[in-house]
T-cell receptor, first 114, second 113 residues
Framework: AQSVTQPDIHITVSEGASLELRCNYS??????LFWYVQSPGQGLQLLLK??????LVQGIKGFEAEFKRSQSSFNLRKPSVHWSDAAEYFC????????????FGKGTHLIIQP | ETGVTQSPTHLIKTRGQQVTLRCSSQ?????VSWYQQALGQGPQFIFQ???????GRGNFPPRFSGLQFPNYSSELNVNALELDDSALYLC????????????FGPGTRLTVL
């Protein structure tokens, strides 16, 4: 069965510093990968997605992610974080078996220090 | 373009009751997926509807059921509510069922007492 691991439950970063959030997946075929962001009490907003092609994908709000098949990873990066980036971040992969429900990781809670 | 909307925003029920949650998909989207997000967890896939038919299901019991209507809006019904059903229920719509981006609504917060 497919799975997604986000090893870091919490990450604290100073405003203006760079950010990397880790995501590892387990999936038999070529995955479709996503990063979503969730602010408190809100739904999920899509940051970026990878289906195929260029392994470095650009998203909204200055985020990017790199797909590395050899490491089964899809890490999210941002060169300089802003206080408004504080939120919960979820990595997700499309599941197989005929149902296209997303399989999510448990999330990484990002805290921004002034 | 109208995004995904869900109603109600919040709901409180007691154990054993039944509940219906509603979702209006984004304009032009024919696929709706439902997710359950417990506190501090990632969302878990409940099921997906494509053109009024259940297209796939996650690991949820039959007391979780759904409908999709000709206008592609959808309902999630949960019977015999249990305390563990307390969660944020998220609806997502997409343009097609296979491999397309899912756009999420704001969710319905269900509390079971």
């Amino acid at each position: 069965a497919q799975s997604v691991t986000q090893p870091d439950i919490h990450i604290t970063v100073s405003e203006g510093a760079s950010l990397e959030l880790r995501c590892n997946y387990s999936y038999g075929a070529t995955p479709y990968l996503f990063w979503y962001v969730q602010s408190p009490g809100q739904g999920l907003q899509l940051l970026l997605k990878y289906f195929s092609g260029d392994t470095l994908v650009q998203g909204i709000k200055g985020f990017e992610a790199e797909f590395k098949r050899s490491q089964s990873s899809f890490n999210l990066r941002k060169p300089s974080v802003h206080w408004s980036d504080a939120a919960e971040y979820f990595c997700a992969v499309v599941s197989g078996g005929g149902a296209d429900g997303l399989t999510f990781g448990k999330g990484t809670h990002l805290i921004i220090q002034p | 373009e109208t995004g995904v909307t869900q109603s109600p925003t919040h709901l409180i029920k007691t154990r054993g009751q039944q509940v219906t949650l509603r979702c209006s998909s984004q304009s032009g989207h024919n696929t709706v997926s439902w997710y359950q997000q417990a506190l501090g967890q990632g969302p878990q896939f409940i099921f997906q509807y494509y053109r009024e038919e259940e297209n796939g299901r996650g690991n949820f019991p039959p007391r979780f059921s759904g409908l999709q209507f000709p206008n592609y809006s959808s309902e999630l019904n949960v019977n015999a509510l249990e305390l563990d059903d307390s969660a944020l229920y998220l609806c997502a719509s997409s343009l097609q069922r296979k491999g397309d981006t899912q756009y999420f609504g704001p969710g319905t917060r269900l509390t079971v007492l």
